[in-house]
């Protein structure tokens, strides 16, 4: 129950479904926890998730003083040394093409990439040799979706980015790794469908939403993020964990192995 004693943790989007099961479980394999959401009120509850272990800090990631208040006050509750940087942050767009405006483009591509890009790029300074990146993509920014274009373009740009940040960062030996992935049952899934006309036939629709797995439940990928950070990862930088928590990388039903890149 200790695999991540002393590490100093920020987990964004820490007032998510994802986010709190992520606070909960980390705290409670020892690691120090800075979370953050744009939630104003909900200190209380997410540092009453593990008390001692977790400090909250609202802030708006596509904000540049936000990124700074995250990072910053982070690196002064942690003494300056951040081992962990956990990305978990996001929204849903599901608009067809021909009618997604670009306010909609902006608001999904400044939350889901821009602020992964320079999130990680404040906080990387204050990450030693051996430290680690977990950021979230999708299995819809590696399958064509319909209605999904907007979205899917920006969970596309963060497994790309994820890869050419393990190399930028491999002189580092900071490992950088995505995971994309699946519908989960947590509220945001299940808000954004709750207008669709077959909202119950889609959430069952392993082709359209879950081509590996019905209804991943939040545990199951914290639990993947927990193997990611761990120390005996080292050596298994820039890859993307898709659908499955002990699946290779597939993509259209042909496994890919994905060479290491960090030490």
């Known amino acids: 129950m200790d695999r991540l004693k002393g590490k100093n943790t920020i987990i964004t989007g820490a007032a998510g479904g994802q986010g709190k099961v992520a606070c909960r479980m980390f705290a409670a394999e020892g690691a120090r926890i800075f979370a953050s959401d744009i939630v104003a009120d909900a200190a209380a509850e997410i540092e009453a998730l593990a008390p001692g272990a977790i400090t909250y800090l609202a802030a708006d990631v596509t904000r540049p ?7 910053d006050g982070a690196s002064k509750a942690f003494g300056g040394r951040i081992d962990v940087l956990y990305n978990n942050h996001g929204v849903i767009l599901g608009k067809p093409f021909l009618e997604t405006t670009l306010e909609e483009w902006d608001r999904v591509h400044n939350v889901d990439l821009k602020s992964v890009y320079f999130l990680s790029q404040r906080a990387v300074p204050a990450m030693p040799a051996g430290s680690s990146i977990i950021n979230i993509s999708s299995v819809g920014g590696l399958v064509a979706m319909q209605n999904m274009s907007a979205y899917s373009a920006a969970k596309g740009g963060v497994a790309m980015l994820t890869r050419g940040m393990a190399l930028d960062l491999s002189s580092r030996k900071i490992r950088v790794n995505a995971i994309a992935l699946s519908a989960i049952d947590t509220p945001m899934p299940h808000n954004f ?4 006309p077959d909202k119950e036939g889609i959430w069952n629709d392993d082709a359209s939403l879950r081509p590996a797995a019905r209804g991943r439940h939040d545990g199951d ?8 950070l761990h120390d005996r990862q080292r050596g298994r930088g820039g890859r993307r964990l898709e659908r499955f928590l002990s699946q290779p990388f597939f993509i259209a039903g042909r496994g890919v192995q994905l060479s290491s890149v960090n030490p």
Do not use: M, P, T, W
């Open 193 to 196: 469908l709750k207008d669709l």
């Open 65 to 71: 003083e936000g990124i700074r208040a995250i990072v």
């Open 221 to 228: 990928f914290s639990r993947q993020r927990r193997i990611e």
